[in-house]
């Protein structure tokens, strides 16, 4: 038994080329980011009105309601992977970057073209209602404080 064990252990490093022994283990437990990274390139991309880690935020909230499984996270890298579902293990990988000043630009990558198509439409679409509401929010906010302006004259 312990035989196998160590032919096992050194043909995972053997067979697993320039990989990493972290990659390689991901790899083997359904994790790995790495084709994620790869698609990149492809990527379904959006800039949005929000600041980095407010955009952060709104993205996991959306992630949530949309029932998204994140299976890993790099706030550090602003990288998120996700499965489209619990039951749909389809991966896609959601890429942070600030752009200028309190923008940020989202990326969606995916190796199946129909998941990153329809899962950056309904992404994007909630942070453009969001901004939207936002934007009411101001207008509205400006209204008042224009009738309270008025007032006081």
């Known amino acids: ?7 096992m252990f050194f043909g995972v490093f053997i067979f697993s080329g320039c990989a990493s022994p972290k990659e390689v283990w991901r790899g083997f437990a359904g994790t790995s980011t790495k084709v ?3 698609g990149r390139p492809k990527a379904v991309a959006k800039e949005f ?3 980095h880690p407010v ?6 909230s959306i992630l949530e309601d949309m029932k998204a499984y994140v299976y890993a996270k790099d706030k550090n890298r602003s990288f998120i992977a996700v499965y489209v579902t619990s039951t749909d293990t389809t991966p896609v990988g959601l890429f942070l970057t600030s752009a200028s000043s309190g923008r940020t630009k989202i990326e969606v990558s995916s190796p199946s073209t129909f998941a990153r198509e329809s899962f950056s439409a309904k992404l994007f679409g909630a942070l453009d209602k969001s901004l939207k509401a936002k934007k009411v929010d101001v207008e509205l906010k400006r209204v008042e404080e224009g009738s309270a302006d008025t007032l006081k004259k």
């Open 49 to 51: 009105a929000y600041d």
């Open 55 to 60: 955009c952060y935020k709104k993205v996991m």
């Open 36 to 38: 994620l990274e790869e």
């Open 1 to 7: 038994m312990k035989r196998f064990a160590l032919v």
